[in-house]
T-cell receptor, first 115, second 114 residues
């Protein structure tokens, strides 16, 4: 399967714990995005990487959230000291540069439940 | 602020009928792209159709077509000959070159009844 993959698919944690999610984009895609989606809502932009550089970060992203893409390939999203409000689906997407009309390809998501 | 609005939380039609999902957006930018994405139950988001803002011709992909009214900032999706497999959440989204972000609507839940 050459699509975007995300691990784990589901994560249940207790409030106050740290969690880390991984995203593996399509291999030739240099752009990578993280979104958060709560039930019944559209995705909400969190952050964007071009290669290894984090170029955009949502103002909604608190200091407890951090994302990395150390070698310009896979990315990790870490949430420290999780809160119940962090419960959501975390989506990763990747895309080619602008010439490909900015179509973003999505992974299956990681569903986080904070108890 | 850039916003995307989908005013229909849920729609339901019979199989083989035609259905139109509405979307309006607000932006002051001149260069942007518009998308409709589909998210089936418990499955991942997939692209249905896209439209470049600088193109006047409406995009078409098989049974899916859009009605892009740039002056009105409207971008509706028409699904012809609807099929049971079209049942999903449909999201309208706008991509702005200036901030690399996809701005999403709240979605329309579409149910195709047999």
């Amino acid at each position: 399967d050459t699509g975007v993959s995300q691990n784990p698919r589901h994560k249940i944690t207790k409030r106050g714990q740290n969690v880390t999610f991984r995203c593996d984009p399509i291999s030739e895609h240099n752009r990578l995005y993280w979104y958060r989606q709560t039930l019944g809502q559209g995705p909400e932009f969190l952050t964007y990487f071009q290669n290894e550089a984090q170029l955009e970060k949502s103002r909604l992203l608190s200091d407890r959230f951090s994302a990395e893409r150390p070698k310009g390939s896979f990315s990790t999203l870490e949430i420290q000291r999780t809160e119940q409000g962090d419960s959501a689906m975390y989506l990763c997407a990747s895309s080619l540069p602008q010439g490909a009309l900015n179509e973003q390809f999505f992974g299956p998501g990681t569903r986080l439940t904070v108890l | 602020a850039q916003t995307v609005t989908q005013s229909q939380p849920e729609m339901s039609v019979q199989e083989a009928e035609t259905v139109t999902l509405s979307c309006t957006y607000d932006t002051s930018e001149s260069n942007y792209y518009l998308f409709w994405y589909k998210q089936p139950p418990s499955r991942q988001m997939i692209l249905v159709i896209r439209q470049e803002a600088y193109k006047q011709q409406n995009a078409t992909e098989n049974r899916f077509s859009v009605n892009f009214q740039k002056a009105a900032k409207s971008f509706s999706l028409k699904i012809s000959d609807s099929q049971l497999g079209d049942t999903a959440m449909y999201f309208c989204a706008a991509y702005m070159d200036s901030n690399y972000q996809l701005i999403w609507g709240a979605g329309t839940k579409l149910i195709i009844k047999p």
